[in-house]
């Protein structure tokens, strides 16, 4: 069983920048393949960005346009979501998650162990 940790968070200006680190204990990260999902107050909870265990293949949500890299450091065992000229609609608590599995990691029924969140708040 892995355990994930989210920092990072906080409050910044639109066109600013943050990143997110998720750091796991208990097991290596490459075994898994990594998701970032992110829930506004009152929203259903939306896929951010996955890394596959195999190949560091990388997915995105089409609305991000870009503005987010996700990357993995395996010596690290973290997770990073890079996150670049920030909107207000981006502000949501965000969390990593991990998932046994290497395929259809834009779902999040696919990912077996979460994060407890980071808040994210962009002002205008």
């Known amino acids: 069983q892995v355990q994930l940790v989210e920092s990072g968070g906080g409050l910044v200006q639109a066109g600013g920048s943050l990143r997110l680190s998720c750091a796991a204990s208990?097991?290596?990260?490459?075994?898994?393949?990594m998701g970032w999902f992110r829930q506004a107050p009152g929203k259903e909870r939306e896929f951010v960005a996955s890394?596959?265990?195999?190949?560091?293949?990388?997915y995105y949500a089409v609305s991000l346009e870009g503005r987010f890299t996700i990357s993995r450091d395996h010596a690290k065992n973290t997770v990073y979501l890079q996150m670049n000229s920030l909107k207000p609609e981006d502000t949501a608590v965000y969390y990593c998650?991990?998932?046994?599995?290497?395929?259809?990691?834009?779902?999040?029924?696919?990912?077996?162990?979460w994060g407890q969140g980071t808040q994210v708040t962009v002002s205008s």
């Open positions: 890394i596959r265990r195999r190949g560091g293949i990388t």
């Open positions: 208990g097991r290596t990260l490459s075994t898994y393949g």
């Open positions: 998650a991990a998932a046994s599995v290497d395929y259809g990691l834009g779902d999040r029924a696919q990912y077996a162990y």
